[in-house]
Structures are given as structure tokens and as C-alpha cells.
């Protein structure tokens, strides 16, 4: 067992400053950490780690090495830049109030394509037994259950094997669904594996945490076969039993709609099917209307309701209003349009800004539906303006609350026998509809406040050979509690650190086990910036793994674009290029044009490459392979997707040259990465234009420190190394030897002598050869000089 220890002096939590995400979010760039040798840079990007990782209990940590920080923190100056999305609101908070996951193959497929048509406000979620399956996905938080039972291989259309993976991940599952998830939508393919077995096990998790819990499923087409058919309706039934509501989508009756369709097309209408489904109800929570419909009204009607009704249609001209009521409970989708018994009625009316909705309308359309439910039913219902319906209105009805009666499934190549299954009366389909944009979640944050006056952090890490799975526990100040990534499967978050020896090779084994431990992820990503004996050797093993899923499929251009993205002309110097990644390494073409392994090349290069490597294999993993995008009109390619990445010591082993462009290369390329950085060198403040300095207090000083602003930030972005390192910031007032000092003063006097009086031939001689050893002492001591005598 390995133990990492982590000792930060002088970090307490500050009262009034709490880790939390801003209400905007701060724009993507280059942070720069500044501070003597002993101020404590890295211990400030270890906090930042600490909080990044959400380790319980350890929310509110920041830094403060004196009083400044507690005052600016009081005053509301300081704050924690989390980038998201480039200037976008943050929709939701924490872990996401409202999820859909998808599990299994068929549930994933559906989520895929909810996830590519840029729905906001949710977060969309896939768990899956196949591991292959869950690489391919584009959506960023996928979650791997049952690796110790199906190694990654899938649960063979086996339900019980599904089930079983899904148990044995239960608590990854409990953390994926977090503390603030307020609704939860579930949908699979029945009949399958994984779905049919894991959706059960994953809507109990949700429903003990009091999470409103929707299952959206689909009874596979009869061509599937009866033995599928059979498995689907008893993973319906044991899926409504852990369900609040739960919604049944017939493939079948796609013939109906839209006849005979090809196979890969009807897979297809069915993913439509699904979203259609979900966006009502996500529709009537995240949409502001005159008359609102809020979560509470949705709960009300949905909690414990068993089977529901739901339809939409979308109507315009004249008598839109009956026909929108009409159309919205007699989709060919609906195997039952009947809604008389139900006990409660969510009824949603949006209308377009160009037409808006009329008294008599709202009436006809309350009314009717009222006839049909019944009228003991209770009827909620909202009203509200969508400027994308035009002259059109938009009907939503769910109804829940049906008592149960005996029914069953048929269709028209059915051979299920009337007796086989026990269903409720009401089934539960709904039909195609545009769905218009949302409107932002409200937002709420819990706070915690620690105080401690030395805080000690212990990671306790091992492997347990017998489950082939990594454990992580910590203690906090020597109070335990378990490790838990807070913001880990939130959409679209990533976050990664590194430390100053960056490196392929010489690092301690047990913790390059852990950087490629899956349930670890989070904590290794960042686990460098605490060990300084920990390699990046895995990104070596990542390239060559890209090469054989290239060669496997002929379809995954990956690897070839990651080439081109590190072979751009701005990125590594004297046109060194990666060349080739084989069985025998990776090699680089140098400048001489001889083929180099990566081990040959200097510290360099490699410090730089196995940051590149390494940060882009994280994004990869995290996100899939669609993290590229190629700027049209352009040979520019670039990382498209958001996140914080913490590097301690930027400028080690690097030349100046590269010190310079480092900064400038990584926000252009990666532009919605907010880079935190600490460094000695004041080239690497240059890339701050779009961002921020920090400088830390001088260590045994009063000093407050703080954020470098105005001529200081100016002299260090756009001025000359000597001026910056003239500032406050660095502290140096001269900027050369003491010889160089002596010769400069000398200098000064000549010059000063020469306003004067005539020099000699002599002093003109050393006077010329010292304006060509000191060019910018001359002007620069001379006018002082001048200035000084005015």
C-alpha cells in the first residue's frame, strides 16, 4: 500500500470563501502564479487541486498566507475561475439537476444522438458493461459498470448479468447521481443485457436518494425475436417497480407512422422517439412561462404514478387550439389514447410570440382535456411564450395516477399469448415534436467553512488483486472520511495538474498503476502535482494503443489528426515533427531531418511532449475522440472542449524561446482551457493578456501580495524581460552583475560629462565600447540621470 501524504503550512479555509461555481463563467486563459522561492506556489495549485477534486469536507479550501486574502475574500475580489464554457452561463450546479442516462447499447445509442443535438441545462449520462461501446461515445460522462464481472466485454444479452454488473457498481453509480440531481431520466433498450438488467438496479439507486426517477424504455421490434420480447416485458416490470413514472415506446408501431423502413433507419426513428419522450417534461421544468409550471408541479404529478400518458403536438390556423388538445392524445405512438382514470394531469400550452394564446383558447383546450381525464382528475397546467412556435401553439399532456388492470402487448408479427403479461392500462408513448430552446436552471449552492491552522491531507491508496480494482480512502487532519469526486461526472467539466517533473520515464510503478487506475481517474489526473516520483509514462502506452485502433478501424482518423494538432508550425521548434507511432516507439524527425526516438530527445522536448501527450490523452479519456475541431479557412486545428488545467513550474527545462511561446501556443489551441501556472520567468507572464497574474506574499514579510493590475501587469505582458523583472513584482532593482552595475555607472558619468564638457579621445573610446556592452543602460541610465537633475 502506498500513502500520499500531503502537508500544505499555512493553508486554512477562508470563513467567507466558499468553492463553488461563479454565476458567469470567466473566460478561458493564462493564470500565472508568481512568488519568491518558500512563498508557496505549489502548495497553492495542491489546494487548487484539493478543491478541483471535491475531496468531502474540503470544499472551502483555498490559500491564505496573510491577511490580504481574507480581506479581499470578505470584499468579494477573490474568486475560483472554473471555465465551462467560454463565456456561457452556467446552467446547473455541482453534479447536474437533471440527468438522463442512457444504459446499455440500445440507451446509450439514445442518449448519443440527445448529446449531438446540443440540448442544454441536462446532463446526459451512458453506463455500459461493453467498454469498446462506451469509447466510441461522444458524450463526455460515461460510466464503466461491472468491469471486474464482464472485463469490459458486455453482458451477452444476458439481464441477470447485467443486473449483477450494475450491483457490483452500485456506489459508482450513487456518486455518478451525486447530491443535487433532482430528476433523473432512465432509458434502455428491453430485451438486451445490460439494459434490461442494469436500468432496474440504477432506478432504485436514484429513487433512495428521493430523486424524481422517469424510466423511458422501448419494447424491441418483433423481428428481434420472442425470447427478446419476453425479457423486455419482465425488464419493464421490474423497472416500474423502482420508478416514479415510467414510459413504454412500442418499435413496432414506427411501421405504422413511417412504413417500411431500413433497419439502420428504424434504430434511428426510435432514438427520435426516446428524445421526443424526455424534452416534454424536460420542457415544462426548465421553461419560464406567464403562467410557470415548476419541478414541484412536475414531482406532484409524476411521484409514484406508476405507467403515464404522455403526447404533444404542435398546431396552427385557425381551430389550432381543439386540434392541438386532439392531436396531442391520439398519436399513432400511443397504444391507449384513453386518459379517463387519471388521477392527475400536467397540461403545458406554449404558444408563438406572433400569435399568442387567447382566453377561448385556453379554455377549449382545459376543457377538453378535463372531459377526457375525467373530472375528478386534477388538472395542472401552465402557460408561456416560445418566440420559436411563430403563429403556432404546442400541446403537452401527461397523465399519471391509473389504476391496474390486465392488458397486453400485441402486434402484427406478436406471439406473445394474451395470458403472458400483467401490465398496467395506460401505456405510455409520445410522439415527434420540435423542441424549443430552454431556459437556465436556478442555481443553488451548499457552503462549508474549515478552519485549520495546518492542514494535513492523506490519500491511502492500494490494489486489490483478487477484484483487480484500485481503492482510494483519505483522512483529513487525521479525521476520516471517503475520497469522493464531486464534480467528476458533471457535463463537460475536466480537470487535470501537473508537477514540475514532467517525464516519460523513472517514476514509482504503484503510482503509474494508479494514473491508469479507471475508478481513479480524477485523483491521478492531478496526482503528479503531489509526487515528484510520478512518470507520464502512460501516454507513451496511449499513442500506441491510438495506433492499434487505428489499424482496427479503417473509419478512426484519430491518431492522424492528434499528429497534425502536435505538428503545427507554432508548436515545436526547428520544424521537429512527430513522425511515426509503431510497435518499436515514437519517433520525431529533428531539424537535421534524422529519424530521433522520444527518449533521445532533451528535457526539453520531452517536458513539453509528455505534458501534450499526457493532457490530451486525460481530454480523450474523458471525453471521447471528438475533442478536435479544424477552423474553416485554416490549417489551424485545436481542442474544442473546456476545462482547468493546473501546471506547476512552466518554465522548467525550457529554453527561453520556448518559455515565451508556451503560453501563447496552449490558450490559442486549447481555448477553453483555463490554465493555472507558476513560474520564475517573466516570458511566461507574456500570455497573460487573457488572463490574470497573482503574486504571492514575499515569505517573512508583512507583505499582502495579491493581483498584479495596472503598469506592473502592463510592463510584464508588453514590455522587455529587464522591465519586468524591475517590478515589484519580481523585486529586482538591478537587473545586472555587480560588474555589470559598476560599468553602467561608469557609463552614466561619461555621458553626464559629455553634456558638459569635451571628453577626451580616450574616455570617447570607452564610452563607445561601453554603448555597445550596455545599448539599454546607456539611454535608460542616462535619461534617468537627466530627469533626475530637472
Known sequence: MKVLEVNLENIRAIEKLTWKLP?????????????????????????????????????????????????????GHISINIQADAGDELSNANDGIIKVIGVGGGGSNAVNHMYSQGIKDVEFVICNTDAHALKSSTVPTRLSIGQNLTEGFGAGANPEKGRQAALESKEEIREMLGNDTKMVFITAGMGGGTGTGAAP?????????????????????????????????????????????????????LREIFGNLTIREAFTKADNIIMAAVMPVIDLVTITAEVNIDFDDVKTVMKDSGAAVMGSAITEGEGRALRAAEEALSSPLLNNTDIHGAQKILLSIMSGEQAELEMDELTEITEYIQDKAGQEAEVIFGHGI????????????????????????????????????????????????EHSGFEKLSESYSEEHLQHKKYVLKINFGFNSSLNTYWTKSTENGVDFSYKTAWGHNNGWFSAGFGPFRRFTGGDAEYEKLLDGPKNKKLAAHLSLFKENVALSEALNWLRELKFRSLESHTSGFLDLMKSFI???????????????????????????????????????????????????????????????????????????PGVVLIDEIDAHLHPVWQKRIGYWL????????????????????????????????????????????????????????????????????????????????????????????????????????????????????????????
Open 23 to 75: 454565476d458567469k463563467c470567466p473566460p478561458a486563459g493564462w493564470h500565472v502564479i508568481l512568488g519568491d522561492n518558500g512563498s508557496g506556489k505549489s502548495s497553492f495549485l495542491r489546494a487548487l487541486a484539493i478543491g478541483l477534486l471535491g475531496l468531502e469536507r474540503s470544499t472551502a479550501l483555498w490559500v491564505d498566507y496573510a491577511a490580504w486574502l481574507r480581506q479581499n475574500a470578505d470584499e
Open 201 to 253: 438496479v440504477i432506478a432504485k439507486v436514484a429513487k433512495e436518494l428521493g430523486i424524481l426517477t422517469i424510466g423511458v424504455v422501448t419494447i424491441p421490434f418483433a423481428f428481434e425475436g420472442r425470447k427478446k420480447m419476453q425479457a423486455a416485458e419482465v425488464g419493464v416490470k421490474e423497472l416500474r417497480e423502482n420508478c416514479d413514472t415510467t414510459l413504454v415506446i412500442h418499435c413496432d408501431n
Open 386 to 433: 416560445d418566440a420559436d412556435l411563430g403563429q403556432s401553439i404546442r400541446v403537452t399532456v401527461i397523465a399519471t395516477g391509473f389504476e391496474l388492470r390486465t392488458t397486453t402487448y400485441t402486434s402484427a408479427n406478436s406471439t406473445l399469448n394474451d395470458s403472458d403479461l400483467i401490465e398496467p392500462s395506460q401505456e405510455e408513448n409520445s410522439i415527434l415534436f
Open 567 to 641: 505538428n503545427q508550425p507554432d508548436f515545436l521548434p526547428h520544424n521537429t515533427r512527430l513522425e511515426e507511432v509503431s510497435s518499436e516507439g515514437i519517433f520525431f524527425c529533428d531539424a537535421n531531418h534524422s529519424r530521433v526516438n522520444i527518449f533521445e530527445l532533451s528535457d526539453g522536448f520531452r517536458s513539453v511532449l509528455s505534458l501534450a501527450f499526457e493532457l490530451l490523452r486525460q481530454l480523450e479519456s474523458n471525453y471521447g475522440e471528438n475533442i478536435f475541431e479544424v477552423i474553416p479557412d485554416t490549417e489551424m486545428i485545436r481542442v474544442k472542449v
Open 667 to 790: 490558450t490559442k489551441h486549447f481555448p477553453k482551457i483555463q490554465f493555472f501556472v507558476t513560474t520564475h520567468s517573466p516570458l511566461v507572464c507574456q500570455a497573460s493578456e487573457k488572463g490574470s497574474v497573482f503574486r504571492l506574499p514575499v515569505p517573512g514579510t508583512d507583505d499582502l501580495g495579491g493581483m498584479v493590475e495596472g503598469a506592473d501587469l502592463n510592463r510584464l505582458i508588453y514590455g522587455n524581460v529587464l522591465e519586468a523583472y524591475g517590478t515589484e513584482v519580481f523585486g529586482l532593482a538591478y537587473t545586472q552583475s555587480e560588474a555589470g552595475q559598476a560599468l553602467a555607472t561608469r557609463l552614466t558619468t561619461l555621458n553626464e560629462k559629455a553634456l558638459k564638457t569635451e571628453l577626451t579621445d580616450a574616455e570617447k573610446i570607452e564610452r563607445d565600447d561601453l554603448r555597445k556592452i550596455l545599448p539599454i543602460s546607456d539611454s535608460e541610465a542616462f535619461v534617468k540621470k537627466i530627469l533626475g537633475d530637472l
